[in-house]
C-alpha cells in the first residue's frame, strides 16, 4: 500500500476535506520511515512544507490501531505560542478520531490538566519547563500517565538542541522513559538543520535506536530578497533606492517609495525605511535583542503620530506579558488587519500567523539558521518568501582607523544568505560542552522527583544520562561534596542525600525548571494592566520603554519585585541586559571572502552595494586582505583572525597569557569576533613566531583562564564548584583546536621551517 492507503480513516477524511489532491514529498518520506521501520526519524523540510502533519498522520494512525493505555505520543514545543498554535491544528485533526489532545505549560488552566491526570490517554503537547516540573511535582503519577508512551515529537529541534536546554530535554526524555518503563520512538522536527547526521546521532542518544532522515529532493524555493544598507546620520552612499532581488527574478517587485521626509528627532533613516514599506502591508520586523525591539517599536509609532496614522505595529518579545504577547500573535493571525510586529527571536519559529506580506531583518542575525527561520515565516499559502535586510551603521569619523571603516553588519548579512546561497551550509549542533550546570540542574531535580537517594543510586541514575557521558565520576563526586557543604543537599543518618535547605529554596521557585538564564525581573505595572518585565528598574521619576511606549516609573517594590509606572511620550532605551550571539567560525570565513571577492550580490540594493564596494578598496588597499596584521600607525596594530566567537575568545586569551609579555603587548582591545586592536613593540614576524612557538608547546585549556577567574557561563555555574566552572569554560567553551588551527595557518608569515 502506498502512504495514503495506510493513514486512518479519519486522517483521510481530514485530507479530503482541506482539498489536498496529493502528499507532499515531506509526508511521504514520513509515513514511509513511521511506518516502514522501527527507527527514530528527523524530518528537515522547508518552514510552512507540513512537518507536523507529516508526523502526526502516520503517529494518530498507529495509535488508532492499537489504542495506548496512557498518554501515547509527547510532542515537545520550545514556546508556549508555538504550543498553543499546534494545539488548535491538532484538535482539528484528532476530533474526528476521537482522540484526545492534551497542552501542558504555565498559562493552561489547572481543570485542564486535572483532566489529563484523571483520564491520560491521546497526545501531549508540553515544553521542556513544564515536562520537567511534572517529573518533580508527579513523580508518583508517570508510570500511570506515560506507560504505554510510544512517541516523543520534538519540534523546532535545531532550537531546542541549543546548548543545555537540549540537552535538558533529552535528559528528561530518558528519565521519564526510565520511569515509565517504555522506549518511545523520537520524531524531530526541524527546517534548518546543517548536519542532519550529527543532530541524528544526538536524537537517537540513550535509545538503542538508529535515526532515519529522509532524503527529500528541494524543488527550489524562489526568494525575494533585498538588502540596504543606511547612515543613521549624514549623506548616504548612494541616493537611488530601486529594488533588488535574488534569482530566479520575479516579476514586478513592489516599488520602494522615499524615506519619509519627517521623522522623529534622532531617527535614522533605516526605521524610516521600514515604515514607509509596511505600510498597507502584513510584516513582521525582526531585531536581535529586546533593547533593540522596543527602540525600534517605538520609533515607528512616532512617524504614526508625526503622519497622522492610526498606530500599525505591534511588538512581541520575552519580557512582555502574556497578556500583550497574545494580543499580538490574534491580530496578527487576522488577515484582514494589515499590521506589523517588531520582534524577537519569539516569533522566528512556526507560530501560523496567517499570511504575510514580508519579513524585515534589522541588521545581521547571528546564525544561517536564525536568518532561515526568519525568511521562512514569510512566503506561505502560494506567496514566495520575501525578507528585506536593513542594515545600518553610524557614519565613520573623517579619520577613523581601518577597523571602524569597515561594514561589519553588512558584510556579516551578506556572508549569512551566501553561506546559505552556495552551499546550503546550516550551523550544526552544538557538542563537546561540560555541562557542570545542567548536571546540578539534574541532580537537584532527580533528589526532588525521587526523594532520598543512596550516592551510588544517584550517580547510577545521573551519569547515566546521554548528556553527561564526557563528565567523570571523579568531577561528580566533587559536584556532591560541593553540594553537601552549601547545604544544597544532605545527608541524611542512613548514609542518603536528600535536597538540603539551600536547595529547597532554588526548586520551590518556579524559575528552576528552566535551564537558560534569565535575569533578576521586576513585573512592571500600569494601575491594574500587567505590561511584561523588566531588569535593573531605574529610580522613581525616570523613564523606561517597554511594549512599545515610553512609562515613568512612580514607585518600585523591591520586596515584591514590582514597578508601578504611568504612560508618557517620548523615547528612552529600555532595561533588559544584551545577550551577544555566538557566531560560527565559517561566518567569519565568509565575511572575510565577501570582502575579498568582486562579486556583486544581486540582492543588494544601491547603497549596500555601494558601501560594499568602498568597503572591498579600502581592504585591499590596506593589505589585511593577504595578511591578518595591519599596522595602524606607530606601535598600534591590528588583527584580523577571521574566528567564531569561541575560538576569537580563545585567542584572546592566549595572546594575553601566553605571548604578551614576550612581545611587549599591552592594551588589547577585543571587537568580538571582529578584530583585536593592541600596542606592540615587536615585528609582525616576531609576533607570528612567538604565536606559532607557543602553539607548538602544550597548552592546558585551564591555562587561558585568568588568575582567580570564576567564569560563570551557563545558569546554576552558582552553585557548581569553582574548579568544575573554570574546567567546564576552558575545556568545553573555548574554541582551542580552532584557534590553534588558524595560527598555524600563519606560519607562511614566519621565516621558520614548518614542524
Not at 556579516?412 to 555541562?435: D, F, I, K, N, T
Not at 556583486?600 to 560594499?612: D, E, F, I, S, T
Amino acid at each position: 500500500m502506498n502512504v495514503f492507503e495506510q493513514y486512518a480513516p479519519f486522517i483521510q477524511d481530514y485530507i479530503y476535506q482541506n482539498n489536498w489532491e496529493t502528499l507532499r514529498a515531506v509526508q511521504v518520506a514520513a509515513g514511509e520511515a513511521i511506518f516502514g521501520t522501527d527507527d527514530n526519524v528527523l524530518l528537515t523540510a522547508s518552514t510552512a512544507s507540513g512537518k507536523t502533519e507529516a508526523a502526526f498522520f502516520p503517529i494518530l494512525t498507529l495509535l488508532s490501531r492499537d489504542n495506548p493505555a496512557s498518554v501515547g505520543a509527547i510532542y515537545i514545543g520550545p514556546l508556549k505560542a508555538l504550543i498553543n498554535d499546534q494545539f488548535e491544528r491538532l484538535n482539528m485533526l484528532c476530533r474526528e478520531g476521537g482522540m484526545p489532545v492534551w497542552h501542558w505549560h504555565g498559562d493552561v488552566a489547572q481543570s485542564h490538566k486535572n483532566r489529563l491526570i484523571k483520564n491520560p490517554s491521546g497526545i501531549l503537547q508540553i515544553t521542556p519547563e513544564s515536562l520537567e516540573a511534572m517529573l518533580i511535582r508527579r513523580h508518583a503519577d508517570i508510570r500511570r500517565l506515560f506507560g504505554d508512551l510510544r512517541f516523543v515529537v520534538i519540534d523546532e529541534v535545531h532550537s531546542v538542541m541549543r546548548g543545555d536546554r537540549g540537552r535538558q530535554t533529552l535528559c528528561l526524555i530518558e528519565r521519564l522513559s526510565a520511569l515509565a518503563g517504555v522506549n518511545p520512538r523520537r520524531i524531530g522536527l526541524s527546517a534548518t538543520i546543517g548536519d542532519p547526521e550529527a543532530m541524528g546521532e544526538l536524537l537517537s542518544r540513550g535509545t538503542g535506536r538508529k535515526t532515519v532522515i529522509p532524503k527529500l529532493q528541494s524543488g527550489g524555493v524562489r526568494w525575494r530578497l533585498s538588502m540596504e544598507h543606511f547612515f543613521i546620520s549624514g549623506p548616504q552612499e548612494s541616493g537611488d533606492s530601486t529594488e533588488a532581488e535574488m534569482p530566479p527574478v520575479l516579476p514586478e517587485p513592489p516599488e520602494h517609495g522615499p524615506v519619509p521626509d519627517t521623522a522623529p528627532k534622532g531617527a535614522d533613516p533605516g526605521i524610516g525605511y521600514i515604515f514607509e514599506h509596511t505600510r498597507g502591508r502584513k510584516c513582521l520586523v525582526f531585531v536581535n535583542s529586546r533593547e533593540e525591539c522596543e527602540a525600534v517599536t517605538s520609533t515607528l509609532r512616532q512617524y504614526c503620530e508625526l503622519k497622522h496614522e492610526r498606530d500599525r505595529f505591534l511588538i512581541h518579545h520575552g519580557n512582555l506579558s502574556a497578556s500583550y504577547r497574545e494580543t499580538a500573535e490574534e491580530q496578527m493571525k487576522d488577515d484582514t488587519q494589515l499590521m506589523t510586529t517588531v520582534t524577537t527571536s519569539t516569533l522566528e519559529l512556526g507560530i501560523d500567523i496567517g499570511r504575510l506580506e514580508c519579513a524585515f531583518q534589522v541588521d545581521a542575525p547571528f546564525t544561517v539558521s536564525s536568518f532561515l527561520q526568519r525568511m521562512g515565516r514569510t512566503g506561505r499559502r502560494g506567496m514566495p518568501p520575501e525578507m528585506r535586510f536593513v542594515i545600518r551603521e553610524e557614519q565613520p569619523e573623517p579619520r577613523a582607523m581601518l577597523p571602524a571603516v569597515l561594514p561589519w553588519q553588512l558584510m556579516q548579512a551578506a556572508a549569512l544568505v551566501q553561506l546559505y546561497r552556495e552551499q546550503h551550509w546550516v550551523e550544526p549542533p552544538s557538542v563537546g560542552r561540560l555541562p557542570y550546570s545542567l548536571l546540578y540542574h539534574q541532580t537537584m531535580s532527580t533528589l526532588a522527583s525521587c526523594g532520598e537517594l543512596k550516592p551510588p543510586e544517584l550517580a547510577r541514575r545521573v551519569l547515566g544520562l546521554s548528556s553527561f557521558e564526557g563528565i567523570s565520576k571523579e568531577d561528580y563526586v566533587l559536584l556532591l561534596r560541593h553540594l553537601i557543604a552549601t547545604e544544597q543537599i544532605q545527608r541524611t543518618d542512613e548514609g542518603g542525600l536528600i535536597v538540603g535547605l539551600a536547595g529547597e529554596r532554588q526548586i520551590n521557585s518556579f524559575r528552576f525548571y528552566a535551564v537558560f538564564k534569565e535575569n533578576e525581573e521586576y513585573t512592571v505595572r500600569c494601575e491594574s494592566q500587567e505590561l511584561g518585565t523588566i531588569v535593573q528598574p531605574p529610580p522613581p521619576g525616570e523613564k523606561i520603554a517597554l511594549a512599545g511606549h515610553v512609562w515613568i516609573v512612580e514607585e518600585v517594590d523591591h520586596k515584591r519585585r514590582t514597578v508601578y509606572c504611568q504612560k508618557v511620550k517620548g523615547k528612552v532605551p529600555a532595561f533588559f541586559g544584551l545577550c551577544p550571539g555566538d557566531i560560527h567560525t565559517r561566518v567569519l570565513e565568509r565575511m572575510k571572502q565577501v570582502l575579498a571577492e568582486d562579486t556583486v550580490y544581486p540582492y543588494l540594493m544601491p547603497n549596500a552595494a555601494a558601501r560594499l564596494s568602498k568597503a572591498r578598496a579600502c581592504a585591499r588597499s590596506s593589505g589585511m586582505l593577504s595578511e591578518p596584521l595591519i599596522c595602524l600607525g606607530g606601535d598600534m596594530w591590528c588583527l584580523f583572525p577571521w574566528l567564531g566567537t569561541y575560538a576569537f575568545m580563545a585567542l584572546e586569551r592566549f595572546i594575553k597569557l601566553r605571548c604578551a609579555a614576550k612581545l611587549e603587548l599591552k592594551a588589547l582591545d577585543a571587537s568580538r569576533p571582529y578584530f583585536m586592536q593592541f600596542k606592540m613593540k615587536a615585528s609582525p614576524e616576531m609576533f607570528f613566531q612567538v604565536l606559532t612557538q607557543e602553539a607548538q608547546k602544550p597548552l592546558d585549556p585551564m591555562e587561558l583562564l585568568y588568575p582567580g577567574e570564576v567564569p560563570v557561563f551557563e545558569k546554576y555555574d552558582e552553585f557548581v564548584p569553582p574548579e568544575l566552572v573554570r574546567k567546564g569554560f576552558a575545556c568545553g567553551v573555548l574554541g582551542i583546536d580552532t584557534m590553534k588551527q588558524r595560527i598555524y595557518s600563519w606560519r607562511e608569515y614566519i621565516a621558520i621551517p614548518e614542524i
